[in-house]
């Protein structure tokens, strides 16, 4: 179906989380945002709104973005109720206005946990992520001193699988799904990752154990399996990996030596 | 001053191996006593970051993202070239390295460049033993493609998102270092100022996002590693952040700044719908490779288009132009980055361009779904059709992509020698911070290459030499030197602060993306340039006068933060505009229309501009001073590039 | 052994537990609804009778049994700890948050549905269990024809404060297999007779099905035993098997007593 060539302008209403910082307490306020074309980016809506208040002297309000094609996972809105809005497999910077309805009222806030707490608006510290990834999200080889890349002949199935986890551009959006907070979905991508490829084998138990100790430490919650994480994943990835990692976890502390 | 590149003597092919021999070397149970400044956590930052801290210097990385992860490398898409000759297709380090002297259009140092093919091959082995998950063929081996042209398969590939799984190679491996306390990160700190002691950078101050925080940090050398400037243009596929800060207060004290006008413009990028629009996408160039671009052959059917009263499956074969396969016939739609380009601009500015805008042309994958059925389409572009789809709400299956041109890369960037190192002694540039690997025009998937060879394989040598010249005395970061630094950030962020004008800083930035765009873009004549200097120098003054900047220091302040890189632009983008004016020759992503071929093609002039264009930065609002370093080939003969 | 321990008061670990008590409790489901079975059967409850008195004497049955009430009690413990500390990972809630768009009903609501099913268990082993074990039972004397054994003779003994030994003989002389029995099926008759204690059981038998509907599946996946051949039967035996077979199993014993008997 072609679309009309000349879109009307949506009016929304818009009730965004408004924090001053981190020792303040937040509370939604609402905006009208009169003049959205269809075309638009939820962020690009954002930006229009910005600009509105700035010029009227408000504070813009803050949220956390950057490559805005989906890849870098900093931008974080919890819109509605989903994480990344309403739409699957996607980023918010990915979702557009064509989504919403003229007249609809959008609720945003941010990533809601206690281990991602509000820096600013809907800006959230998710340095947590990076804690538990410098525990053991690696494969310890220095530069250099390496063998051949083809010395190591890969099934393309595992391959492909590890890519899959591999793909987790850890913006939070499963821990800010989930029900208990857990960010099992996130810290199990990267074990998977290592775990099936032959080159991980060697740090494979003791990289799940420093992994999911920093996780506990962080202070997230407990997977209980609802799978909220992967269906709002905006790279689909999957439950699997969490079993992976548990499977794993139980080989290193109950029978491995 | 006279620019002094260091290259190596001798035979090409040993150049790296001799000179690596020649190369200081710091003693293992010194190197601890040494502190080096990272800044930028992206394939070159963080690749540099994790190597120097393996080999047991300390490390303190800096980022302005909330994670080191989130650097623009991760949006590369298309591959990583590397000289494995893993196909038997011919490859050879020489012939990347000729390859990628002549894509440069013969604007890039040759020592520099054959290091890069060199040392490309080890960056592959590098990234596997990391885990970076190449695709890989049914046997287990790795997987190779054909990328832009290339007459050889040579690059290495992980789906669509070979730079998200490279940064994430690098990324674990600074983390790693993290965890053994050898790298200090800190992320949401942004670099306001190289801070330099009796000539020699020996820190940064830096500004602390979320605190405002203004800080010194002191070592013993600074490697900026801070991505480059598109962003100048206001619209283009970099990230939002992207920014020319670190490099252009670099400039200022003291580094030349190279060919800053040499800025790569890619031709397969979904177009503008509107003035709300904040970015471009990217869609792989890969889709040249069967998609068909087109326009219709007259002005009128082209208004007809736009207005919707007809479409685009109701012009017959005979009223479309298929101007790059009519124009060349040999290579047709395959034709380099630049070349499809500038063609493309070429068929708007005639008013045949489609969509509403009219700033678009068509890439149509009628006849490859008639000819490979749409499932092989499916596979080979699936998921470049579905982000299609998702931004334009059109389905390309059934009617042809609209795309244009979008500045995506700079090849331009901080002057460096053989070494990495800047004009300014202690102070290093990498990745696409520095100028120098890509001449002209850069080739597909080699970007990535450039960033990962400079931090894994180039700087771990050539840093070693500097730093066991100049000693492990400690640096002191209450010298003077960091006071009278800080001061100055602390000002000029008061400055900006107590801006209370009419206008919003993105309001000054599209005006800057605007007249770059159009004067500075895909074709550039001397009186668009000159008048472009003139519109950016009164931009930047009004912009000191009329300017809003909103909230405080002491708080995360993105409006700040904006304004202050917004600033650095306004003056970049000048320097860019007088590089692109003293250039009277057309070469790689530099086209000046005095300067083309009978036929329209760009035309180099190797006796007068056969140079390197260093700018020395003389002070606010004086003429920067035009250093040339003169390229030397004794390898490869110059030739015309043509396509026909 | 700290290891162990650290094991165990890990997130992992006590998902574990969680996971390994659930799937043991859903064993016992089984078992449990298979002899109950013999409820159906029309025999005045002389099967049940002598099947109740198994599973209180036997000892490795009693060792199971006694494993099977720590298992609830740990069961139930451990969801009180995780719940907490996953509300506790969640400080300020959402205005709004969507679940229904991202996960299933039941997977959202398994700490209601355990504390329903807690209920019921406390409710239906008081009712049942304690009832048996120190209750006033009254007693049965089953005597069947050893030349015709379709001729039964049901004799009731009412409880005269003197607990009657469990008997199984022969007697010969009458030509008879007599079995002294307490009468649990007497109870089962006469809870199974109230309309509300019915209503009580098919409430918690919908809730058992929600709960393990999500529940079984869920403890493989926490074990890790996660096959992509495997994976899609468990999911099917965890709907059919436990989420559908057996609550209808169980509940159809109270809703049989109520009408038919």
Request: hydrophobic letters at 40%; aromatic letters at 10%; glycine letters at 8%.
């Amino acid at each position: 179906m072609m679309r009309l060539s000349i879109l009307e302008d949506m009016k929304l209403t818009l009730k965004v989380w408004r924090q001053k910082n981190a020792n303040t307490k937040g509370q939604l306020v609402t905006y009208k945002a009169d003049h959205v074309s269809p075309d638009m980016s939820f962020l690009e809506m954002l930006d229009v709104v910005n600009e509105d208040l700035i010029h009227k002297g408000d504070e813009p309000i803050h949220f956390d973005h950057d490559c805005r094609e989906g890849i870098c996972g900093a931008c974080s809105l919890h819109i509605n109720g989903r994480p990344h809005g309403p739409k699957q497999g996607i980023t918010t910077c990915q979702l557009h206005m064509r989504s919403f309805n003229d007249g609809d009222v959008i609720v945003i806030e941010p990533w809601r946990a206690a281990a991602f707490p509000v820096i600013r608006d809907l800006v959230t510290d998710r340095s947590a992520f990076d804690r538990i990834q410098h525990a053991g999200g690696y494969i310890s080889v220095n530069t250099g001193g390496v063998p051949d890349a083809n010395c190591i002949p890969i099934s393309k199935v595992v391959a492909d699988e590890a890519l899959n986890s591999a793909t987790c551009i850890g913006c939070g959006a499963c821990v800010a799904a989930c029900k208990n907070a857990s960010a099992m979905l996130f810290v199990s991508a990267k074990v998977s990752q290592m775990a099936l490829l032959p080159q991980g084998q060697p740090e494979r138990y003791q990289r799940v154990q420093a992994m999911v100790t920093q996780m506990d430490q962080e202070g997230f919650g407990n997977c209980t399996n609802t799978g909220a994480c992967e269906a709002e994943c905006p790279k689909e990835i999957s439950l699997s990996n969490i079993a992976r990692m548990n499977r794993d976890y139980f080989a290193a502390n109950i029978f491995k030596e | 001053m006279t620019l002094d590149a260091k290259i190596p003597e001798g035979p090409l092919a040993e150049k790296w191996s001799k000179h690596k021999f020649n190369l200081k070397l710091v003693n293992p149970a010194n190197k601890r006593k040494y502190t080096v400044i990272v800044v930028g956590t992206g394939l070159a930052g963080a690749s540099a970051a994790a190597s120097l801290a393996e080999l047991g210097y300390n490390v303190k990385a800096f980022c302005f993202q909330d994670s080191p992860r989130r650097a623009h490398s991760i949006a590369a898409q298309g591959g990583i070239n590397a000289a494995k000759n893993y196909q038997n297709d011919g490859d050879s380090i020489h012939r990347l390295f000729y390859d990628t002297i002549k894509g440069g259009d013969y604007r890039a140092r040759e020592g520099n460049v054959y290091r890069l093919a060199e040392v490309s091959v080890n960056i592959i082995d590098q990234c596997v033993a990391q885990g970076v998950p190449f695709a890989r063929e049914y046997g287990g081996l790795l997987d190779n493609r054909s990328f832009g042209g290339a007459q050889v398969s040579r690059t290495f590939y992980a789906r669509g998102q070979t730079g998200q799984q490279l940064l994430l190679g690098a990324y674990s491996a600074l983390n790693r270092q993290i965890h053994a306390g050898k790298v200090t990160m800190f992320s949401r700190h942004e670099m306001m100022d190289v801070v330099t002691i009796d000539g020699q950078a020996k820190g940064i101050v830096t500004r602390n996002l979320v605190t405002g925080n203004i800080e010194s940090h002191a070592g013993h050398a600074v490697l900026l590693c801070t991505g480059g400037y598109g962003n100048v243009f206001y619209l283009s596929t970099n990230a939002m952040g992207c920014n020319v800060t670190a490099a252009w207060k670099a400039h200022k004290r003291g580094a030349f700044f190279a060919n800053p006008c040499f800025t790569q413009i890619h031709p397969t990028c979904i177009p503008v719908t509107g003035d709300h629009q904040s970015k471009l996408t990217l869609m792989s160039e890969s889709l040249r490779n069967d998609g068909r671009v087109w326009v219709p052959k007259t002005k009128e059917l082209a208004a007809k288009l736009r207005n919707g009263e007809i479409k685009p499956a109701d012009l017959k074969e005979e009223d479309r132009d298929y101007f790059l396969e009519r124009k060349y016939p040999s290579f047709g739609n395959l034709v380099p980055r630049d070349v499809a380009s500038r063609n493309a601009k070429e068929m708007v500015d005639e008013g045949r361009g489609v969509g509403t805008s009219g700033i678009a042309v068509f890439l149509d994958f009628a006849d490859a779904i008639k000819r490979l059925g749409e499932e092989t389409v499916r596979e080979k572009y699936g998921n470049l059709f579905d982000m299609y789809q998702q931004i334009t709400d059109e389905n390309p299956y059934k009617q042809p992509m609209r795309i244009y041109p979008a500045v995506h890369y700079t090849m331009g960037g901080l002057w460096v020698d053989y070494n990495l190192m800047t004009t300014v002694p202690g102070l290093y540039a990498l990745g696409e911070a520095n100028f120098s690997d890509h001449g002209a025009n850069r080739l597909g998937a080699s970007a990535l290459m450039q960033g990962l060879a400079d931090g894994y394989f180039v700087i771990p040598y050539t840093l070693g030499d500097y730093l066991a010249s100049i000693g492990p005395k400690p640096v002191d970061a209450n010298h003077p030197a960091f006071k009278e630094a800080e001061k100055e950030v602390k000002a000029h962020i008061k400055q900006l602060l107590s801006l209370k004008g009419k206008k919003t800083v993105d309001q000054y930035h599209r005006e800057l993306g605007h007249i770059m765009w159009e004067y500075c873009g895909m074709a550039r004549n001397e009186d668009g340039l000159i008048k472009a200097k003139e519109l950016i120098s009164a931009l930047r003054k009004d912009f000191w006068k009329n300017a809003f900047v909103c909230g405080s220091n002491e708080e995360l302040n993105q409006n700040l933060e904006k304004a202050s890189r917004v600033a650095d632009f306004l003056e970049l983008g000048e320097l860019m505009v007088e590089d692109a004016l003293k250039r009277k020759e057309s070469c790689g992503g530099h086209f000046r229309i005095e300067s083309q071929t009978d036929e329209g093609e760009a035309k180099r002039d190797d006796d007068h501009y056969t140079y390197v264009a260093a700018w020395e930065y003389k002070g606010d609002d004086k003429p920067e001073t035009l250093h040339k370093e003169k390229l030397v080939f004794e390898n490869v003969k110059l030739t015309q590039r043509s396509y026909k | 052994m700290r290891n162990l321990t650290q094991t165990f008061s890990s997130s992992l670990g006590k998902k574990l537990i969680m996971a390994l008590t659930g799937l043991f409790m859903c064993i016992f489901l089984v078992v449990h609804l298979i002899g109950n079975i013999q409820l159906f059967k029309n025999d005045d409850g002389q099967a049940f009778n002598s099947y109740a008195y198994l599973m209180t004497h036997f000892v490795p049955i009693k060792v199971i049994s006694y494993l099977l009430y720590t298992s609830i009690i740990v069961h139930a413990i451990y969801a009180l700890v995780l719940t907490t500390k996953n509300k506790k990972a969640r400080p300020i809630g959402y205005a709004i948050q969507h679940g229904a768009a991202n996960s299933p009903w039941t997977s959202r609501n398994m700490g209601i549905l355990g504390t329903v099913l807690l209920l019921f268990i406390v409710i239906h082993m008081n009712t049942f269990w304690a009832q048996y074990h120190w209750g006033a039972l009254p007693h049965a004397k089953y005597e069947t024809s050893l030349s015709n054994p379709q001729e039964i003779t049901v004799t009731a003994i009412p409880f005269d404060g003197n607990e009657v030994a469990y008997t199984d003989y022969i007697d010969s002389v009458k030509g008879t297999h007599i079995v002294i029995s307490k009468d649990l099926y007497k109870i089962v008759v006469e809870a199974f007779g109230q309309w509300w204690y019915v209503l009580l059981y098919v409430i918690s038998m919908a809730a058992l099905s929600f709960h393990l509907i999500h529940g079984f599946s869920s403890a493989f996946q926490t074990l890790g035993w996660d096959h992509k051949k495997y994976m899609p039967l468990i999911k099917y035996l965890g709907i059919w098997g436990f989420g559908v077979l057996i609550p209808l199993g169980f509940a159809a014993m109270p809703i049989y007593f109520f009408f038919f008997k």
